[in-house]
């Protein structure tokens, strides 16, 4: 048996999953040279929803991030989560969009491309694959596990064996939602391996209370890599500790090589910032508690606190319970999708309009109609042509690869910010978020010239479009 190694996530999806991806540049810097001595596989730096809290509500500028992390981690692999067509968005891009978006991000130092498509719709990868290939970078193509009618051993090997086909140099288990249980970990990852010959990597979250023991399991079962966050940010909605499935490998067939005295500089390091977002609220009590929840109605911890929300706003909090039961059964209406970004999103209001409107599909969101469209992709199993009539009446269903349907639209989105153009990537943060990223444009401007931004306006002659 080969070693097993580890991807540290403190840097993304673990500060993602418990304090809204609040942790800031400055906060990470001091440890990055420790932590790129550690002997990790790589560092998960980047990408999900880094890119929009920098620019949204860190006043940071994404790539400046990727940049500093980069100056000071010399050995490490850098690694970042993409989300096939959507990039890092909500919405599907065009091609010289995504292709644009890979040859940056590799020009300023990511090496891994972890990219996943909500639906499993292998079309949706295609574009960002082919650039990452084309950019010398290295493609972990992922699939969002689920369970649920047809997600057997042989769909997912299937998936894996069309994703080495696409030029996939890894392949990941997308694990979003923590569902994926010790012994079905050990059955899959030994489908994978017979499956492909590509490297396999194991993402889960400890949600349910299973991680631990679900990384255990897939190391016996030969997995070649797993996801840990240090031990200050794991568990709850993050990750498992590292230092806990280092020390639980330690001596075995499947030891990480990585040694504990250096972990506890990076732990020592973290728990101070740990105590700081508690205190500020950051960090919530209720996303580090075991939620076994999850594994009956499938939502992931940020798709929890979004449901919270939602009824808490319409003063409905006291229907959690019967929109948690909703959900399943919306998910099935529409063809059993993983929960995930922007799925999770799109399933969870419907389920919240469901319950509180009285009337199941009384109130349908746009989002939900484009999936039931084919806007998205296509579903993983079919949704029944009585449903799709009832959504989306006699409008014909999209059935191509939809980005196919997209005009290129990187010289357009250009031409409206010529005048907020500091950097090449400048066009993609737009691109992504176009209010949110002309503020910050502004704010920056307003910095550089030591003028508020109206004024920068001015005497630059630019305006938002």
Known sequence: MANVKITETVLRDSHQSLIATRMTTEEMLPILETMDAVGYHSLEAWGGATFDACLRFLSEDPWERLRKIRDKVKNTKLQMLFRGQNILGYRHYSDDVVSYFVEKS?????????????LNDPRNLKTAIDATKREKGHVQAAFSYTTGPGYTLEYYAKYAKQLEEMGADSICIKDMAGLLKPFEAYDLVKALKESVKLPIQLHTHATAGLASMT????????????????????????????????????????????????????TRYFA???????????????????????????????????????????????????????????????????????????????AVLNVIGG????????????????????????????????IIGDEQPITCRPADRLAPELDALRAKITGYIEQDEDVLSYALFEQVAIKFFEARKAKKYGIDAESADATLGVHAV
């Open 106 to 118: 590799i020009a300023n130092g990511i090496d891994i491309i972890r990219i996943f498509d909500a």
């Open 215 to 266: 990384l255990l399991k897939a190391a016996e079962a030969g997995v070649d890599v797993i996801d840990t966050a240090i031990s200050p940010l794991s568990m709850g909605t993050s990750q498992p500790p590292t230092e806990a499935i280092v020390a639980a490998l330690a001596g075995t067939p499947y030891d990480t090589g990585i040694d504990l005295a250096k972990l506890d500089t990076v």
């Open 272 to 350: 101070p910032l740990r105590e700081k977002y508690l205190e500020e609220g950051l960090l919530n009590v209720k996303a580090l508690k075991v939620d076994v929840n999850a594994l009956l109605y499938q939502v992931p911890g940020g798709m929890l606190s979004n449901l919270m929300r939602q009824l808490a706003e319409a003063g409905k909090s006291d229907q959690l319970p019967e929109v948690l039961a909703e959900v399943p059964r919306v998910r099935a209406d529409i063809g059993y999708p993983p929960l995930v970004t922007p799925s999770s999103q799109i399933v969870g209001t419907q």
């Open 359 to 390: 009337e199941r599909y009384k109130m349908v969101t746009k989002e939900f109609k484009g999936v039931v469209r084919g806007e998205y992709g296509k579903t993983p199993m079919p949704i029944d042509p009585a449903f799709v009539k009832k």
